[in-house]
């Protein structure tokens, strides 16, 4: 083997200068081209394509994406239950319950507090108060 520079060691992680790949050139000649896109930039891409749907009596053009959302929809709401059940799981995965729902609960308000605990303490003395069955 040739020698190198006297300063520099050769060793694991550092080759002999002379073996190293040639700056500009691939390690991996025959490894994925480039420009190569996966499954998921591919389907992101097809699905936001536009497509124009008939609504009634006009026209209107969404995404693909859209388009079957707007189909699911439909076939859930004619009764097809499997529509349905790919529907609401679609939404338990992507909405929280209230915005699935469409209502929020409003806070109570400090006498409705005072109310409600006033209650749960009196449900409690109660509960404490009745003789427990004896098994």
């Keep these: 083997m040739a020698e190198s520079k006297p300063g520099y060691e050769v060793g694991y992680g550092r080759p002999p200068k ?4 040639q700056s500009g050139r691939s390690g ?4 994925r081209p480039g420009g190569t896109r996966n499954l998921e930039t591919d389907l992101r891409e097809e699905l936001s394509e536009r497509i124009s749907v008939r609504i009634g009596d006009r026209s209107r053009k969404v995404s693909k994406q859209r388009a079957m959302l707007m189909a699911l929809v439909a076939r859930a709401l004619k009764g097809d239950t ?3 059940v790919v529907l609401l799981q679609i939404m338990a995965k992507l909405m929280p319950l209230e915005e699935a729902i469409g209502t929020s609960e409003p806070a109570l308000s400090a006498d409705d507090q005072e109310i409600l605990d006033r209650f749960i303490d009196r449900r409690i003395k109660a509960r404490d108060k009745t003789p427990q069955e004896s098994s």
């Design 28 to 31: 991996n000649p025959k490894g």
């Design 82 to 84: 499997r529509a349905a």
């Design 18 to 21: 002379q073996t190293r790949f």
